[in-house]
């Protein structure tokens, strides 16, 4: 990377971080992937119950990986599981959830939109922790703007890779669909956090995920 856009990325970590801390919420920012896989390690003690939400950027640092194997029990996604049901329950007691936002604003709002829902409410409620990774490459300046990012560019990319035959999937752009296996079920912003030290998010400066 060069310094110009390392240094861009770091000023404007240290703004989103400020928002951040206004909405009971706390950003840390990474200059690298690598660094905030180990951030990430130093956060969560050894036998700690973790599980995750789908996200592209926890496999590219790596973090998936470090907690399948270290010394976690780790509580697998329930669409691998027989009683779908039981299997959310046992998430939402999770010490720590892991997962990406899919924009974060340079005022610290995160933005996402879920299909089957899931991952976004072990991010409104459940799990003691919630560990967020984010590429600098997520940052919008408003919501307006961010929901118009996932729409255009991170949900045809995600359609991409999971094929749910919508109109993203089918024609590579948003329609505003309804049809079965939508990806935007739930249009969620995280304004604030009232729980003290839950939320906690990492901003890396790489361009990760979608």
Same mark, same amino acid.
């Given at each position: 990377?060069?310094? =110009?856009?390392?240094?861009?990325? =770091?000023? #404007?970590?240290?703004?989103?971080i400020?928002?951040?801390?206004? *909405?009971?919420?706390?950003?840390?920012?990474?200059? #690298?992937?690598?660094?905030?896989? $180990?951030? &990430? *390690?130093?956060?969560?003690? $050894?036998?700690?119950?973790?599980?995750?939400?789908?996200?592209?950027?926890?496999? $590219?640092?790596?973090? *998936?990986?470090? !907690?399948?194997?270290?010394?976690?029990? &780790?509580?697998?996604?329930?669409?691998?599981?027989?009683?779908?049901?039981?299997?959310?329950?046992?998430? =939402?007691?999770?010490?720590?959830?892991?997962?990406?936002?899919? =924009?974060?604003?340079?005022?610290?709002?995160?933005?996402?939109?879920?299909?089957n829902?899931?991952? !976004?409410?072990?991010?409104?409620?459940?799990?003691?922790?919630?560990?967020?990774?984010?590429?600098?490459?997520?940052?919008?300046?408003?919501?307006?703007?961010?929901?118009?990012?996932?729409?255009?560019?991170?949900?045809?990319?995600?359609?991409?890779?999971?094929?749910?035959? #919508?109109?993203?999937? *089918?024609?590579?752009?948003c329609?505003?669909? %309804?049809?079965?296996?939508s990806?935007?079920?739930?249009? &969620?912003?995280?304004?604030?956090?009232? %729980?003290?030290?839950?939320?906690? &998010?990492?901003?890396?400066? $790489?361009?990760?995920? %979608?």
């Open positions: 990377m060069d310094e =110009a856009r390392k240094a861009s990325y =770091a000023k #404007t970590a240290a703004v989103i400020d928002g951040l801390a206004k *909405r009971n919420i706390e950003g840390i920012y990474c200059e #690298t992937g690598e660094e905030a896989r $180990e951030l &990430v *390690r130093d956060m969560i003690p $050894e036998g700690s119950t973790v599980t995750w939400g789908g996200s592209r950027t926890l496999d $590219e640092v790596g973090v *998936r990986r470090m !907690l399948k194997e270290g010394a976690y029990r &780790v509580v697998p996604s329930e669409e691998t599981k027989d009683d779908p049901r039981a299997a959310w329950l046992e998430r =939402a007691e999770a010490d720590y959830f892991l997962m990406s936002t899919n =924009a974060i604003t340079r005022d610290g709002a995160l933005v996402n939109i879920d299909g829902s899931n991952r !976004l409410s072990l991010l409104l409620h459940g799990p003691q922790h919630v560990i967020i990774v984010a590429g600098m490459n997520k940052v919008t300046a408003d919501v307006d703007s961010a929901f118009k990012r996932i729409r255009t560019t991170t949900c045809p990319m995600n359609a991409a890779d999971l094929h749910p035959d #919508t109109p993203c999937d *089918r024609v590579g752009v329609g505003d669909c %309804h049809v079965p296996k990806m935007c079920c739930q249009l &969620v912003v995280t304004r604030h956090s009232r %729980h003290d030290g839950r939320i906690k &998010v990492i901003l890396v400066g $790489e361009e990760l995920g %979608h």
